[in-house]
RNA sequence: GCCGGAGUGGAGGAACGGCAGACUCGAUUGAUUCAAAAUCAAUUGCCCGAAAGGGCGUGUGGGUUCGAAUCCCACCUCCGGCACCA
């Protein structure tokens, strides 16, 4: 008997889906969709083509493949593309290197992703694929940062960067992870540089109120991008040095704690430090701790259990509410990023300012008091609970913390002194990068006009070649000189580029839009068409993303849609966020040896196995840890549904035919048992696929089919009704596993049914197959199982106490006792209490 | 510190108020084979027992319930995110 090869059937059905062009879909209006059938965009997180793909893009593909082949067979058309997010850091390191340029690492990746994602057997539109790199693609993403630079919301300035020295260049907030450069671990420091920053402030509501329109997103990512976006409500209160006359705003939560601010700091980079201190005493002492912050990388500012430090400013300022007189001073923790770079301080109720208070021996005046009266010893009072009220607080004693605060705010409105406002923890997205790979910001600098876009029809601002890749503190792009010099678009007088690139994330912010009309030659999209397919209806893709590029992909989104452009809010409605894959449970990574890459397994069982393994390792949103022995045992298991299909095609003669759907209720014995199993699994597959992709169990039930019908098939072959009966079942379990194991899918289905299984239905479990008339009761004593009972589906309550008071394991344990009472579940359960 | 998530056999996991351990791996045994691989069949939570059967079992302690892995409270451990954010 010949055996499973897998090799030989996925490419045969490969090179059908390829001719055929099986998964491409037509846009509306163009070449001939009727538009007759739903839509459902699905759509996995583009890959960063370095190297070859590994187990996470393995993971994720086949997630969203199961997905796409579900809906399709539910009766969507389903836009499913791929493309690459081409631009980027590890292919300029290798060129700096290597001297090999970035575009060539990166194309003959980008090759090896395509060859393999067509060995996967994934079901792409490849029509629609592209490339972030390519100048039809990064033409569009300069377009839309000049619409963002029309709106305001793409703005230059100099501000604190986070400055990585290895990789010399700027790195967004979100890209310092523990004051060290998320690519190479080298401690991050501060300079003031000009740059350019998207305005996501601006949208920080909206990416809140966006939530709910949310269908299903994990609660866990909600939460992230809740955290990062951080918004906090309190007042805006000024502080006035009237010796210099100048005003001081200041941020806080607590405005009910106003009248126990005995002391005001200031964060370094404070712009008014300098005229505070010019010609005091402080001055050296001020400047000297000053220049020894910024010294400081942001890691060791920011380290735990760090001691408060800080220098008078030998000033005052004035507290609105009581007109005290409180001194200033300077200190590393107040952060210049947050809120208005200066706080006031209230010792009694803020753990770092109590610190300080402290240290340099400031009074501790409490103003708020607990409902027991209990305040802690050697800390401040932090608590924000129900029955606070005020103390040592003017006219605003014994009123409660919570109103207080909306009095305080009141006060302070009608005083002109303060009022109420909103912080933020998220900052503007810092978008230049002093590197070559990337896509040009397409600004040019003239002498006589100043900062000018450069206009839409001169578009794309290509990316010159050059020799040097290694950025100096500037971008490369400021070595090619031909390129840098250019003519004003205004006054076509000599003009300089912008050298600096946009940060990748940039690229990956709009992909999703481009997949909707991607040879589109007079604008990035078509409004009817991003009408049609928006918003994505599944988006999947690692958690890793949950809060950068979901967030940026949403204020693109939301600023897209007030330009005009879309006509969605947010989109993503649904995402799924995939658990990553381990060895020897520790991240895969090649200084640790445990790599593990999705072709070696090709190689040895085919495409089928190792997607189906993955799905099947245990739920897809969890981690789980690759296992050799794992992907064995489910190609065990399509082998052994492979042989079954040869069997069963051979040994049966019918394929199974409509008119016997009808005449299942009439089946009995074994053959109503093979085929009510066949309608479970059907059932069993489906509810696991709607109770949020349970891809682990779904499959489980694919191989209690398998495992039924080999326990039962050779006692019907010979059984005019149970012959067909198998062939039928092992048609469905062909069918239930396509998602999973397209090529064997198709090829057992089509060896059992003569049809081509992506182009039937999904089955429906048929109810009257679901129930039977036997149920198996389950007797409890005292919650206990004592006995299992066949009773009929229907039995009255009555009878169900009968048959378990009846049994004699029963007896057993109500020997001498009294029962005191019958609990009956229907057609599940009896539990007798006795005592 | 704050915010999430999770603790179940030798391993991954299933069940998510009603039969704990589906399915898979691993292990053991048998059939087949000259032999091995592959395949097929059987056993496999722990303890007592020859068996029938019984007892104990879902991180720990308590609670709610006729009944708890599942719900509630407290605690322990692990993982992830944020963290001097005023």
Same mark, same amino acid.
């Given at each position: ?9 996925e ?36 890959p ?17 493949d ?68 390519t ?8 377009w ?19 400055w990585c020295?290895?990789? #010399?260049?700027?790195l +967004?907030n @979100?890209? &310092?992870? !523990? ?9 991050? $420091?501060? =300079? ?20 709910d329109m949310?269908e299903?997103w ?13 918004r906090?409500?309190?007042a ?41 201190? #010019?010609a005091?005493? +402080?001055? @050296?002492? &001020?400047? !000297? ?9 942001? $890691?060791? =500012? ?67 008091e607990?409902?027991?009266?209990e ?18 607080s ?10 207080a605060?909306?009095e ?36 040019v ?13 001169q ?29 004003c678009?205004?006054c ?23 997949y ?72 895969m ?25 993955i799905?099947?390792m ?8 690759w ?12 082998s052994?549904?492979?042989?079954l299909?040869e ?14 759907r ?59 009704e ?10 469905t379990?062909?069918?239930l ?46 919650g206990?199982?004592?006995d299992?009972i ?5 039995a ?22 009294e029962?005191?009472k019958?609990?009956?579940v229907?057609?599940?359960l ?6």
């Amino acid at each position: 008997m010949s055996s499973y090869d897998p090799h030989a059937i996925e490419r045969r059905w490969q090179q059908v889906w390829e001719s055929e062009r099986t998964w491409e879909v037509a846009n509306p209006g163009r070449h001939g969709f009727e538009g007759s059938k739903p839509k459902s965009y699905v759509l996995e997180m583009l890959p960063y083509p370095s190297g070859e793909p590994h187990m996470g893009h393995l993971k994720c593909y086949s997630i969203g493949d199961a997905i796409a082949h579900f809906r399709r067979r539910h009766g969507f058309e389903v836009l499913h593309p791929m493309g690459y997010d081409a631009f980027g850091l590890p292919a300029e390191n290798n060129a700096i290197k290597t001297g090999e340029h970035p575009r060539a690492a990166t194309e003959s990746s980008i090759e090896v992703f395509r060859r393999q994602f067509r060995q996967w057997g994934i079901s792409i539109d490849w029509s629609r694929e592209i490339s972030s790199h390519t100048p039809e693609y990064y033409r569009w993403t300069q377009w839309i940062f000049l619409r963002l630079f029309e709106k305001g919301l793409a703005y230059r300035a100099e501000a604190p960067v986070q400055w990585c020295p290895v990789d #010399a260049t700027v790195l +967004a907030n @979100e890209q &310092v992870i !523990d004051g060290r450069c998320e690519r190479c671990g080298t401690p991050v $420091e501060s =300079r003031k540089l000009e740059q350019w920053f998207f305005r996501i402030t601006d949208y920080a509501d909206r990416l809140l109120e966006g939530f709910d329109m949310l269908e299903s997103w994990p609660e866990h990512v909600l939460t992230m991008q809740r955290n990062w976006i951080g918004r906090s409500e309190g007042a805006e209160v000024v502080f006035s040095c009237e010796q210099l006359g100048i005003d001081f705003p200041v941020f806080t939560t607590r405005p009910d704690t106003l009248f126990g601010a005995t002391f005001f700091v200031l964060a370094p980079e404070h712009p008014e430090i300098e005229r505070l201190v #010019a010609a005091a005493d +402080a001055e @050296e002492a &001020v400047r !000297d701790y000053v220049n020894q912050a910024m010294r400081e990388s942001t $890691e060791e =500012r920011a380290a735990e259990e760090r001691p408060k430090t800080g220098v008078a400013l030998g000033r005052t300022v004035t507290n609105p509410v009581n007109g005290e007189q409180i001194p200033m001073f300077v200190s590393d923790y107040v952060l210049m990023e947050y809120g208005t770079g200066a706080i006031m301080a209230v010792p009694a109720h803020d753990q770092r300012d109590y610190e300080f208070a402290k240290a340099f021996d400031l009074p501790i005046r409490q103003v708020v008091e607990p409902p027991a009266g209990e305040v802690p010893e050697d800390a401040a009072y932090v608590e924000h609970t129900e029955g606070e009220r005020l103390v040592n607080s003017g006219p605003f004693t014994g009123m409660p913390a919570t109103e207080a605060i909306r009095e305080i705010i009141a006060w302070l409105e009608r005083e002109g002194k303060g009022k109420a406002a909103v912080s933020y923890r998220l900052r503007d997205w810092l978008v230049s990068r002093q590197r070559y790979w990337g896509a040009p910001i397409p600004i040019v600098y003239c002498e006589a006009c100043g900062m000018v876009p450069v206009p839409d029809d001169q578009l794309p601002v290509e990316l010159p070649e050059i020799e040097e890749y290694a950025p100096k503190g500037r971008s490369p792009l400021a070595g090619a000189e031909d390129w840098v010099a250019t003519e004003c678009p205004n006054c076509g007088g000599s003009a300089r580029r912008e050298t600096d690139t946009m940060d990748t994330f940039v690229d990956s912010s709009w992909y999703f839009l481009r997949y909707l009309d991607p040879r589109n030659e007079d604008e990035p999209w078509d409004r009817a068409v991003a009408d049609h397919w928006m918003p994505v209806d599944q988006y999947i893709g690692g958690v890793e993303h949950a809060i950068l590029h979901l967030m940026y992909a949403r204020f693109f989104v939301k600023a897209l849609a007030d330009m005009g452009l879309l006509g969605v809010q947010e989109p993503f409605v649904n995402l799924f966020a995939q658990g990553m894959i381990t060895r020897d449970g520790a991240k895969m990574s090649k200084s640790k040896g445990n790599v593990v890459s999705p072709a070696d397994y090709f190689e040895r069982y085919g495409a089928d196995s190792a997607r189906t393994y993955i799905c099947f390792m245990g739920p897809p949103e969890k981690g789980g840890d690759w296992s050799d022995e794992g992907v064995e045992g489910v190609h065990r298991f399509l082998s052994r549904l492979w042989r079954l299909g040869e069997e069963v095609a051979e040994r049966t003669e019918d394929r199974p035919r409509n008119e016997e759907r009808g005449t299942r209720n009439e089946l009995s014995g074994h053959a109503r048992t093979l085929l009510a199993k066949a309608h479970w699994a059907i059932d069993k597959v489906t509810r696991d696929f709607r109770r949020g992709f349970q891809f682990n169990t779904a499959i489980a039930a694919v191989m209690e089919l398998v495992n039924e019908i080999y326990r039962l098939k050779d006692g019907l072959y010979g059984d005019a009704e149970g012959g067909p009966c198998v062939r039928l079942a092992t048609a469905t379990a062909a069918s239930l596993i396509f998602p999973f194991a397209p090529h064997l899918g198709a090829e057992v289905y089509d060896r059992l049914a003569g049809e081509r299984v992506w182009e039937t239905p999904w089955p429906e479990a048929d109810p009257a197959l679901l129930s039977s008339e036997t149920i198996t009761l389950v007797v409890q004593v005292n919650g206990k199982l004592r006995d299992r009972i066949e009773a009929e589906v229907d039995a009255p309550e009555e009878e169900l106490i009968r048959l378990a008071r009846g049994s004699e394991k029963v007896q057993r344990h109500l020997d001498g006792k009294e029962v005191v009472k019958e609990v009956v579940v229907p057609g599940k359960l009896v539990n007798l209490v006795v005592r």
